[in-house]
């Protein structure tokens, strides 16, 4: 921040967001600078899947956590889903292995199966696009709400 009352360099404020108009005006008046960072591509993604799958499914966070055991679940399935999820942002691919975890959690033994891994994907794109339905209805009412007729 610059220009904000007392100059000082002695600190750094970063905002993060993948809704960035939803800053107000004043905030988005004393960035100074902006570094726009994309969705992540196929290697990316494939990165991402596997360090999710260590943290949540193999190796979970938490004394109580649970290990889940992956059934039929190899490089080629990890390859169908890193195509499945493209256009996915970091956090949407940890809330999928987040979503494995449950599904898998659901079962005794805490068995994650093929079936249930793609169903899985399939589930969390459709939760994803419901969202995003939400969202523009909601752009759309506050649209028409804001609007002089």
């Known amino acids: 921040l610059f220009r ?4 000082s360099d002695q600190f750094m404020m970063v ?6 108009s939803q800053f107000d005006e004043a905030v988005m008046d004393r960035i ?3 570094v726009e960072f994309g969705l992540p591509g196929a290697h990316e993604r494939k990165k991402d899947d596997g360090m999710y799958i260590e943290k949540y499914l193999l190796n979970p966070p938490g004394r109580w956590a649970k290990k ?12 169908s889903v890193v195509e499945q999820t493209k256009g996915f942002s970091g956090r949407a691919i940890s ?3 987040i979503a494995w975890q449950a599904a898998a959690y659901g079962t005794d033994g805490a ?3 093929q079936e249930t891994f ?23 009412r506050a649209e028409m709400l804001t609007t002089d007729r």
């Open 4 to 7: 904000t009352g007392t100059e």
């Open 15 to 20: 905002y993060a967001s993948n809704q960035p």
């Open 32 to 34: 100074d600078e902006m």
């Open 68 to 79: 889940v055991q992956t059934v039929d679940i190899g490089d080629e399935e990890i390859e």
């Open 95 to 97: 809330k999928l292995a």
């Open 111 to 113: 068995i994650l199966d």
């Open 118 to 140: 793609f169903r899985t994907v399939d589930q969390h794109k459709a939760s994803m696009a419901k969202k995003d339905e939400w969202i523009e209805h909601a752009h759309e």
